[in-house]
């Protein structure tokens, strides 16, 4: 539930904002949020192996937004030359439910269904009074999801695969169109998917992490600026997820200790928009970093040399499309150092 309140004034040629550079287009915002919660959590033992569980959570938010814009270029048109204020409030009672069982002393399965809030808000350019008084809707998320916790040949190995699904109601989206970009809310979204991590940890100092997830993300309802987007993937989801980190530690006789790591991440390739256009694909990557450090006997300092992005993959970070044109930001290139930590 929420409630809005609005003081608008369209001006003709709105004063500069206080203590601002000089530029042809400017927009000066301001917000604040007061936020509060109530909650409590509960977890009771059926049985010596048996669980279960559950929580109640009642949020509000409530936000004052204050923008005005000064303009002389085609980016802010001269009819959006405006001054606003505006309020907005959301509450929503959240939850979640769920049991774990041993199955051993070595495993645990454990099942659950959850709720989510994430309140409302204003826009962050907005090019009209409309755009600017209109907030967008918060978003309502249902988590159903079930897994296994386990610990093998006296807990070198933890093995923990799980299964999700994810229901949302009102997804907030942000959209580019033309020279504007605002946020949106999708009538509905889902996300399905699984996950798993591994970790072997022998005597030795050796051990190597993995992790993989696979994941689903659609937009059920998403009908937004007169295009139908139901079906579409969700922006910036990458179906596959991989690491693997393979580390050694080696204690000498002084006590003293040398280390190292080296991390290897994939990620396959994501639409960096709802509208799933080819043009804006951010391709799959895979970044390789290590570190290599030496640590004192009695654990009061460490030197540790890095280097990231070792293959020196070119990679972009975020990318979008405004009125006809890509625009995209890249990640470094191949980066070396080293640090130095003292702990007294």
């Known amino acids: 539930a929420h409630t809005t309140r609005t003081d608008l004034l369209v001006l003709d040629s709105p004063p500069a904002p206080s203590g601002s550079f000089l530029a042809r287009d400017q927009y000066d915002q301001a917000n604040e949020t007061d ?5 409590a959590d509960v977890t009771y033992a059926v049985t ?37 204020n ?12 769920g049991a774990d069982y041993d ?19 204003f826009q962050d350019t907005p090019s009209t009074p409309a755009s600017a008084a209109t907030p967008f809707d918060a978003e309502i998320a249902t988590n159903y999801e079930v897994g ?20 949302y109601d009102d997804l907030q989206v942000r959209r580019t169109v033309g020279f504007d970009t605002f946020t949106t809310n999708a009538g509905s979204a889902r996300i399905r998917g699984a996950e798993l991590t591994v970790l072997w940890a022998p005597e030795g100092g050796f051990s190597i992490g993995g992790a993989y997830a696979y994941t689903d993300a659609r937009f059920v309802d998403l009908v937004t600026g007169g295009a139908d987007l139901s079906g579409n993937r969700l922006n910036r989801n990458p179906r596959h997820k991989l690491s693997l980190s393979p580390a050694y530690e080696h204690v000498m006789g002084s006590g003293a200790s040398v280390f190292g790591a080296v991390d290897v991440n994939y990620e396959s390739f994501i639409f960096d928009d709802i509208d799933n256009n080819t043009i804006n694909v951010r391709p799959e990557r895979t970044l390789v970093d290590a570190r290599l450090g030496y640590r004192s006997a009695d654990g009061r300092w460490e030197l540790i040399g890095w280097g990231k992005n070792l293959t020196d993959e070119i990679t972009v970070t975020h990318q979008y499309i405004l009125a006809g044109g890509q625009f995209a930001y890249y990640g470094p290139p191949k980066t070396y150092g080293a640090t130095l930590r003292w702990r007294y």
């Open 35 to 39: 936020s509060a919660a109530v909650f």
């Open 48 to 84: 010596d192996r048996l669980n279960v569980f559950g929580g109640l959570r009642y949020s509000q938010d409530e936000k004052d937004y204050a923008v005005s814009t000064l303009a002389s270029t085609v980016l802010v048109r001269p009819t959006s030359r405006y001054a606003i």
């Open 86 to 97: 505006a309020s907005d409030s959301w509450d929503q009672t959240t939850w979640r439910l």
């Open 103 to 121: 199955l051993s002393d070595d495993v645990m399965a454990y099942g659950l269904i959850s709720t989510g809030f994430k309140s409302g808000g």
């Open 148 to 167: 296994l916790k386990a610990q093998w040949f006296e807990r070198a190995l933890t093995f923990n695969p799980s299964l999700f699904w994810i229901d």
